[in-house]
């Protein structure tokens, strides 16, 4: 299996966002999945979006985040992380790949 990890940027609550995931073999090589699925948590752990299926047609796929799934969750923090959690299979060839991101709570933008 391979696991990569990747940041992405930071962005504002209740906003729309684009994750383009990529999905590669062990040795970099770009890979078309047969199946996948991904799933968004909050930094404590909780399911932000429960386990989603998706089906991948090339070696890149966009999953748009919804901005109800960008609301802030605890209003006395400035940011929150999320991290979503990709998963896929090609075959005998399986992935994990995790992204994480910030969400800016608008409350504290002066």
Request: with cysteine.
């Amino acid at each position: 299996m391979s696991e990569r990890n990747t940041a992405l940027e930071l962005i504002k609550e209740e906003n729309t966002a684009t994750l383009q995931v990529s999905f590669a073999d062990e040795d970099g090589g770009a890979v078309t999945p047969s199946s996948g699925t991904y799933q968004i948590d909050d930094e404590s752990g909780q399911s932000v979006k429960a386990e989603t299926g998706i089906s991948p047609s090339a070696a890149t796929h966009n999953i748009t985040i919804t901005g109800a799934e960008n609301a802030i969750i605890c209003d006395d923090k400035a940011y929150e992380t999320r991290t979503v959690t990709v998963t896929w299979t090609n075959g005998t060839i399986t992935g994990k790949d995790i992204y994480q991101y910030q969400v800016q709570n608008l409350k504290y933008v002066t």
